[in-house]
T-cell receptor, first 114, second 110 residues
Framework: SQTIHQWPATLVQPVGSPLSLECTVE??????LYWYRQAAGRGLQLLFY??????ISSEVPQNLSASRPQDRQFILSSKKLLLSDSGFYLC?????????????FGPGTRLTVL | LAKTTQPISMDSYEGQEVNITCSHN???????ITWYQQFPSQGPRFIIQ???TKVTNEVASLFIPADRKSSTLSLPRVSLSDTAVYYC???????????FGQGTELSVKP
């Protein structure tokens, strides 16, 4: 069976510090991978998605970046965090099947920037 | 991308049937209608997907009229554990991107 891991679960970082969040998927190959952010309240914002190693599409301009160094590894980074980067970060994966739109989400990382 | 509109919140009582309607007037021919459920501090979970008419699974039913400009998620006999935010999404051939709106916060009371 497939599983998706994210770490850390919670993180408190000062403004201006760097960030690295990691997501890995097990039990599948060549998945589509996604990073979302959910600010206080509702609504998930798609940040990045990747259809393969080294292939990253950015959905919104920001001080965050993403990388996919391996097939089942997706990393979200920042060189200098802003207060507005606080939120709940979710990684998700989806198999590459036409008309199949179920995405599987990880447990999330709660980031607080102080 | 087709935009969706759904009520911000709904209240219900245990044992009742809950119907959440979503409008998506600009849905394209290749788009599917998908619903997700999210509990606090968890990632969303897929509930059901449909293209037209009616789809039913062990969790919910999805009703889609012929013009596909709206859809209704039906949750039979809700319980307290169904309290969550429910998202309606229209998903097409867009690289698998899901665009989440604000969702409907369902509160089930005893």
């Amino acid at each position: 069976s497939q599983t998706i891991h994210q770490w850390p679960a919670t993180l408190v970082q000062p403004v201006g510090s760097p960030l690295s969040l990691e997501c890995t998927v097990e039990g599948t190959s060549n998945p589509n991978l996604y990073w979302y952010r959910q600010a206080a309240g509702r609504g998930l914002q798609l940040l990045f998605y990747s259809v393969g190693i080294g292939q990253i599409s950015s959905e919104v301009p920001q001080n965050l970046s993403a990388s996919r160094p391996q097939d089942r590894q997706f990393i979200l980074s920042s060189k200098k965090l802003l207060l507005s980067d606080s939120g709940f970060y979710l990684c998700a994966w989806r198999p590459k099947r036409i008309s199949y739109n179920e995405q599987f989400f990880g447990p999330g990382t709660r980031l607080t920037v102080l | 991308l087709a935009k969706t509109t759904q009520p911000i919140s709904m209240d219900s009582y245990e044992g009742q049937e809950v119907n959440i309607t979503c409008s998506h007037n600009n849905i394209a021919t290749n788009d599917y209608i998908t619903w997700y459920q999210q509990f606090p501090s968890q990632g969303p979970r897929f509930i059901i997907q449909g293209y037209k008419t009616k789809v039913t699974n062990e969790v919910a039913s999805l009703f889609i009229p012929a013009d596909r400009k709206s859809s209704t998620l039906s949750l039979p006999r809700v319980s307290l554990s169904d309290t969550a935010v429910y998202y309606c999404l229209v998903v097409g051939n867009q690289g698998g991107k899901l665009i989440f709106g604000q969702g409907t916060e369902l509160s089930v009371k005893p």
